[in-house]
């Protein structure tokens, strides 16, 4: 298994204190052997040290540094100090528990063998040493195995639990985002289409009633519903993304309130007093102003019985100001549950606006659109 980049950062540091605190002393011991020994006495240390320095990461290393034990021991009669630095290379590229004890413990074979082979004998305390400190190393690094182990279980288990947190994490984002958009589209439906066809209908009832009594005004009227259907056919394609949104409220703000007011005054014989100042603003508030004055007219026709409507908007300061009242019956705004009122302050709050309804029964209704306007 390779190394991950913090084995082979360790192992580059230990590699240096290695080369200081284990072939070292045993070249410098090599200084004072006899003539006939010592040039391997030096050349040993100094060929275990090159190799260790160069070839520390290479997966045949270990092999090697347990033949430079059985040679060294073999020369100084035991290599227990040699032995001891030299435990971490059996361990730190663990790949398996298994793999580390019979490593060190063939480091540790040949580190009491060559010591026998040179003449030390066996009952020494190189000998002694050497297997303590391998008993020491291998329980030592068992448990630091364990311990690597359980970590690397419990990094993979908040890894599983991060990878499925992520995905029910998108999947709640999918969710959200489809029920807002079914939201969005349902709102889009109540103001546009929904409105659209409840005035054709009223039209249509008109019309069959009125056609053999007043022709000129049934043909008033079905012109009013060729118009409300092609407003409606527009819309739709909006809807789709077949059109641009800003076709629906094309040209200035108060044009566009000012065909919608005439229309309902055509439609429903309301008198209608606005007052709608020249405010410059773009395609989403205005489509945002467009549907607070359909939503409120359709409010008027259906439920206020009223006989003039007002409705006027003004620039302030802060934004813009539409302002719909009706001189109708009113209702209790606590009981009112409509879908229109609440799709309005949505869309308002969307855009960082506000909806302030005020009404009460006998009193009229009052209905307050404030919107910001970016400069």
Same mark, same amino acid.
């Given at each position: 298994?390779?190394?991950? %980049?913090?084995?082979?950062?360790?192992? !580059?540091?230990?590699?240096?204190?290695?080369?200081?605190?284990?072939?070292?002393?045993?070249?410098?011991?090599?200084?004072? %052997?006899?003539?006939?020994?010592?040039?391997?006495?030096?050349? @040993?240390?100094?060929? &275990?040290?090159?190799?260790?320095?160069?070839?520390?990461?290479?997966?045949?290393?270990?092999?090697?540094?347990?033949?430079?034990?059985?040679?060294?021991?073999?020369?100084?009669?035991?290599?227990?100090?040699?032995?001891?630095?030299?435990?971490?290379?059996?361990?730190?590229?663990?790949?398996?528990?298994?793999?580390?004890?019979?490593?060190?413990?063939?480091?540790?074979?040949? $580190?009491?063998?060559?010591?026998?082979?040179?003449?030390?004998?066996?009952?020494?305390?190189?000998?002694?040493?050497?297997?303590?400190?391998?008993?020491?190393?291998?329980?030592?690094?068992?448990?630091?195995?364990?311990?690597?182990?359980?970590?690397? $279980?419990?990094?993979?288990?908040? %890894?599983?639990?991060?990878?499925?947190?992520?995905?029910?994490?998108?999947?709640?984002?999918?969710?959200?985002?489809? $029920?807002?958009?079914?939201?969005? &589209?349902?709102?889009?439906?109540?103001?546009?289409?929904?409105?659209?066809?409840?005035?054709?209908?009223?039209?249509?009832?008109?019309? !069959?009633?009125?056609?053999?009594? %007043?022709?000129?005004?049934?043909? !008033?009227?079905?012109?009013?519903?060729?118009?409300?259907?092609?407003?409606?056919?527009?819309?739709?394609?909006?809807?789709?993304?077949?059109?641009?949104?800003?076709?629906?409220?094309?040209?200035?703000?108060?044009?566009?309130?000012?065909?919608?007011?005439? !229309?309902?005054?055509?439609?429903?014989?309301?008198?209608?007093?606005?007052?709608?100042?020249?405010?410059?603003?773009?395609?989403?508030?205005?489509?945002?102003?467009?549907?607070? @004055?359909?939503?409120?007219?359709?409010?008027?026709?259906?439920?206020?019985?009223?006989?003039?409507?007002?409705?006027?908007?003004?620039?302030?300061?802060?934004?813009?100001?539409?302002?719909?009242?009706?001189?109708?019956?009113?209702?209790?705004?606590?009981?009112?549950?409509?879908?229109?009122?609440?799709?309005?302050?949505?869309?308002?709050?969307?855009?960082?606006?506000?909806?302030?309804?005020?009404?009460?029964?006998?009193?009229?209704?009052?209905?307050?659109?404030?919107?910001?306007?970016?400069?």
């Amino acid at each position: 298994m390779p190394a991950s %980049d913090d084995q082979t950062s360790i192992l !580059r540091w230990y590699t240096l204190l290695w080369v200081v605190f284990g072939p070292a002393p045993e070249f410098v011991a090599g200084l004072g %052997d006899p003539a006939g020994t010592r040039v391997w006495s030096l050349t @040993v240390p100094v060929v &275990l040290a090159v190799v260790g320095a160069v070839a520390a990461r290479r997966s045949w290393f270990p092999y090697a540094l347990i033949a430079g034990l059985g040679a060294v021991s073999f020369l100084r009669d035991g290599a227990a100090s040699l032995y001891i630095v030299s435990l971490p290379y059996f361990w730190l590229p663990v790949r398996s528990a298994r793999w580390p004890v019979l490593l060190s413990g063939a480091g540790a074979a040949t $580190a009491v063998g060559g010591g026998v082979l040179g003449g030390g004998g066996l009952a020494t305390g190189n000998t002694v040493v050497t297997l303590v400190a391998y008993a020491a190393g291998t329980a030592l690094g068992l448990a630091a195995r364990r311990v690597a182990d359980r970590a690397e $279980a419990r990094a993979r288990r908040l %890894d599983d639990e991060l990878t499925s947190t992520r995905a029910d994490l998108a999947e709640a984002h999918r969710r959200q985002g489809a $029920a807002e958009e079914r939201e969005r &589209l349902a709102r889009e439906i109540h103001d546009t289409l929904a409105q659209g066809f409840a005035s054709i209908v009223v039209l249509a009832e008109a019309v !069959r009633s009125g056609l053999a009594d %007043d022709p000129d005004g049934a043909a !008033r009227q079905l012109l009013s519903i060729e118009r409300t259907a092609r407003e409606n056919l527009a819309e739709a394609r909006v809807l789709v993304g077949a059109s641009p949104q800003e076709t629906i409220a094309a040209g200035s703000v108060s044009r566009t309130l000012r065909r919608a007011l005439d !229309r309902f005054t055509e439609d429903t014989g309301i008198a209608v007093d606005a007052d709608l100042a020249d405010v410059e603003c773009d395609p989403t508030t205005r489509i945002a102003l467009l549907r607070c @004055v359909q939503e409120s007219l359709a409010n008027v026709r259906k439920h206020a019985a009223a006989s003039t409507v007002g409705v006027v908007l003004t620039s302030q300061p802060h934004g813009v100001e539409l302002e719909v009242t009706d001189d109708g019956r009113g209702f209790s705004v606590a009981d009112a549950r409509g879908f229109g009122l609440t799709g309005m302050r949505r869309r308002l709050t969307e855009l960082g606006g506000e909806l302030t309804v005020t009404s009460a029964p006998g009193d009229g209704t009052r209905v307050l659109a404030v919107l910001p306007i970016e400069e």
